[in-house]
């Protein structure tokens, strides 16, 4: 595998990112990989040199890059509530700044930039946050991106006019949700709401609750770990690089 930092010149800036790939001199199908609100970090590139192994070209970027590099915050111990509150109180106002139209404007840098190194169209992996943010590029940029995957997604029904699931109707990506049991941030009742957006859109998708899992289920270096879960979600993954990007 090869990988390296790299950085993307953005309308706000300048993003640092992780770009892994094989190390074979040859162009492969790019995948746009969004991270969780702990921000990019090892256990975001190990996920990236995972995808990268089966044949992929994937760019991870610091999406909290108009605050500064990477590590910004430094992740603590988020298993000592007394060190997770204070952390979130940082992280949320970064969060908070991800607006659809940065989104746009971001994920438009994003995709030019695989388009550099990689071939398209692009899929999205998306984790918590990025989940939400990979459907805000997805919708701004339809006929670049192929494939949808957001996995333990949070706050993608809201009752804001400017709601994830409102603009359905923009996504040309196949999509694949796959959600957190008990998850907070995304209530079976929102799950109907975006399952309902999704068909009433004529979008192609699949969603799938995994049962006993926490919100966060993914990510290795968190307590909601679940191994079981995070296997499964690889396989949903890959199963959706498959039949879009590589078929």
């Known amino acids: 595998m090869k990988s390296e930092t790299v950085e993307i010149e953005t309308q706000d800036g300048v993003a640092d990112a992780y770009l892994s790939r094989p190390d074979d001199g040859e162009r492969h199908p790019a995948v746009l990989l969004l991270m969780d609100a702990f921000g990019l970090r090892p256990q975001i590139e190990r996920m990236a040199d995972r995808i990268a192994a089966e044949g992929f070209t994937v760019l991870a970027p610091n999406l909290f890059y108009r605050a500064g590099r990477t590590p910004l915050p430094e992740m603590p111990d988020i298993s000592d509530p007394e060190q997770r509150a204070p952390f979130m109180a940082k992280v949320m106002p970064l969060m908070q700044a991800l607006t659809p139209e940065r989104m746009a404007a971001d994920g438009a840098a994003y995709l030019d930039f695989l388009e550099q190194v990689g ?61 957190a049991d008990n998850d907070h941030s995304m209530t079976p009742e929102q799950i109907a709401t975006i399952e309902r957006a999704l068909e009433e859109a004529d ?15 993914t990510m290795a270096d968190t307590p909601m770990y679940d191994e079981a879960a995070a296997e499964r979600h690889f396989k949903e993954l890959f199963a959706l690089l498959e039949s879009t990007i590589a078929a």
């Open 203 to 217: 979008v192609q998708y699949r969603s799938e609750l995994f049962e006993g899992a926490a919100h966060g289920y």
């Open 119 to 179: 071939d398209g169209p692009v899929a999205i992996t998306g984790y918590c946050m990025g989940g939400r943010a990979g459907w805000r590029i997805a919708a701004a940029h339809p006929d670049r991106v192929a494939a949808l995957g957001a996995f333990h997604a949070g706050g993608m029904v809201t009752e804001e006019a400017d709601s994830p699931h409102r603009s359905a109707g923009e996504l040309k990506a196949r999509v694949v949700l796959v959600h």
